[in-house]
């Protein structure tokens, strides 16, 4: 049989079928809604809303405001290391430790209202953290991780990462295009303004952003000096998403390596999280003092 002759028989199937099927008076049953083999699936068409967290602290909108972001939660354990008896030691744990403790100082000396992202065992996603310090108008935003070197435990130390600049262009045009150019960044208004305008404008408006989160990865390094450990290249600049508020300064401190020992035991202490949590504390008071005086 030729390929040609082939592929007539089977175009002509379907149709003998169907013909011998109508002769004989048979049906052939078709799915309908409300059968047992018809399942009906709802689709979300919407995303939920974001929830904001509570603001702690003074009841005086005129305090500072910071965000603190403990990274990863829930089915994201992030970066995972090896604890003495062999156990699992997962960074989303040793950094909502930290971040609580961070709270608790900030609180404690007063004067600064604390929201957290997250104060328990659920994720959050990379998108909605700084939006939640947008949303809450905060003054700062600061999100703790902690990294991983895989199988090297020689590599350790705490490090400081702002938002580079090749990544802020891109986050002020992808910013400008989402609000639709209809907001106020840092007391410019934008909106009403062309596409390219607007652009422009979100991006100056990030520019000095970006001055201020340099200033606060600089107090960061300056009072952790002597009392933290950090990785020889300490601060640096990447194309962080969980960065990317073009009108709040953010930081995200690294407070050292799951994989290495030294940096793990001080993480897995109380004492440990105390001294992370003063040089951060600190660090934080001081840039909310200078930016006092402007």
Known sequence: MSVRTLLLVLLALPALVLGGVKVLGLEIPVPQWGRDYVQRLDFITEAPPLELPDIAG???????????????????????????????VLEKDLVLALTMELRDQ?????GIRVALTRDDDTIVTLGQRPEIARLLEADLFLSIHADSAGEREDVGGASIYTLST????????????????????NGIRIEGQSAEVSAILVELSQQRTQEDATQFSSLIAREGEGRIRFHPQTRRAAELAVLRAPDVPGVLFESGFVTNET???????????????????RAIRIYFARRAER
């Open 58 to 88: 003074p009841d005086d909108p005129s305090r500072p405001l910071v965000v603190l972001d403990a990274g990863h939660g829930g089915r994201d354990p992030g970066s995972i290391g090896r604890g003495p008896d062999g156990e699992d």
């Open 106 to 110: 900030l609180l404690a000396e007063g």
């Open 166 to 185: 090749e990544a802020s262009s891109e986050a002020a045009a992808r910013f400008a295009e989402r609000e639709n150019a209809a907001d106020r960044l």
């Open 263 to 281: 940096d793990r035991d001080r993480l897995m202490t109380e004492e440990g999280r105390r001294e992370y949590a003063a040089v951060l504390a």
